[in-house]
């Protein structure tokens, strides 16, 4: 038997909102688009939080609703040009958490919060 990872899907508050930011800001294709669940090139995907929530625990109204992330999950990229993804990031309004750093393991990267506070880390190709 084989598993195989597929996608990682993040929770969102506001799937129209996030679906944008990662499409315009990041640059991020869409691939599939279902309403409340969005999937991008990659295998990334975003889902209505709330929505999957229920569906997972058979809660119905079981969960509030608002920003969904945690500052527990890091979505990373990587950029060719990883001054101007800072620029372009930065410029965009985004909640910075850092600058470009160079990490212990000698990579380059910057980090922020997406719209839900999920942390987004950008770094240098490895």
């Not at 990659?42 to 119905?60: A, R, S, W």
């Not at 992330?69 to 372009?88: H, Q, S, T, V, W």
């Amino acid at each position: 038997m084989k598993i195989r990872h597929v996608a990682t899907i993040v929770f969102v508050s506001d799937v129209e909102g996030s679906t944008a930011f990662y499409r315009d800001v990041l640059g991020q294709q869409v691939s599939q688009d279902h309403g409340t669940v969005v999937m991008f090139e990659h295998g990334f995907e975003i889902h209505d939080g709330v929505n999957l929530l229920e569906k997972t625990y058979k809660k119905p109204g079981g969960f509030a609703n608002g920003p969904q992330g945690k500052d527990n999950l890091d979505i990373y990229f990587e950029a060719d040009d990883l001054e101007e993804a800072y620029r372009m990031v930065s410029e965009s309004g985004v909640r910075m958490i850092h600058p470009i750093e160079i990490q212990p393991w000698g990579q380059r990267v910057f980090r922020f919060h997406d719209p839900d506070g999920h942390i987004v880390e950008i770094g240098d190709p490895m």
